[in-house]
């Protein structure tokens, strides 16, 4: 696929190229629909890296022209919204070249595979942490009460298997303890986190 033929939008707003025939308009978009929803997939983004995509200048400036799928008009029509995450991502050099270790795709793997069992389940997820005495817990928040207050302790659940029936004596689990992040950051020096 060669992306020097590409074009870029014409305005500096990412809006779509408007065409004159309104089919190309939705063939169009419908190709950078189904391409912009492909790069939910962090193992075809390996690849894309593995092909050397990312170090062309023209497919580069083409993520960026994608961007316009954020905007609620166009985002409407997206499946998989984990999609637009890797979009923004992609737009760090430093997230592009560490796509081409197979170890890093694993990585992106994981954590998009953790951030779907756990943290889109009726009961929120926010973290599995493991106790002193080796206890394997997951620490949730608690539903509202009645008058729709949170309980300032979060819950603490054993997970089946775990050699404990809860947490251990003396272990208090504090809000301040909890973190809740996007699934994959980029710092400002460029490490992954």
């Known amino acids: 696929m060669d992306f020097s033929q590409t074009s870029t939008p014409a305005s500096s707003a990412g ?11 939705l063939k169009r978009f419908q190709i950078e629909l189904e391409f912009v929803q492909c790069l939910a997939n962090p193992w075809y983004l390996h690849n894309l ?3 050397q995509y990312f170090n062309q200048d023209a497919f580069v400036l083409y993520l960026d022209y994608l961007q ?11 499946i998989y919204p ?4 890797f979009l923004s991502l992609l737009q760090h050099k430093s997230f592009r070249d ?14 998009q595979y953790y951030h779907w069992q756990y943290l889109r389940n009726q009961e929120k997820v926010v973290r599995m942490e493991i106790m002193p005495d080796g206890t394997r817990v ?15 302790q ?7 298997g775990s050699e404990a029936t809860g947490t251990p004596s003396g272990h208090q689990v504090q809000p301040t303890d909890v973190s809740v992040g996007a699934p994959i950051q980029i710092s400002p020096n460029g490490t992954m986190s």
């Open 138 to 152: 997951e620490i949730k928040v608690e539903e509202p009460s009645a008058n729709g207050t949170v309980p300032d």
């Open 68 to 78: 316009y799928f954020r905007k609620p008009e166009y985002a409407k029509f997206i």
């Open 49 to 51: 890296a593995q092909q």
């Open 82 to 85: 984990h999609c637009l995450h």
């Open 98 to 111: 560490h796509l081409m270790k197979q170890d890093t795709a694993t990585f992106v793997h994981e954590r």
């Open 15 to 25: 809006e779509p190229i408007q065409t004159e025939d309104p089919y190309e308009q």
């Open 154 to 160: 979060l819950a603490a659940v054993p997970i089946p």
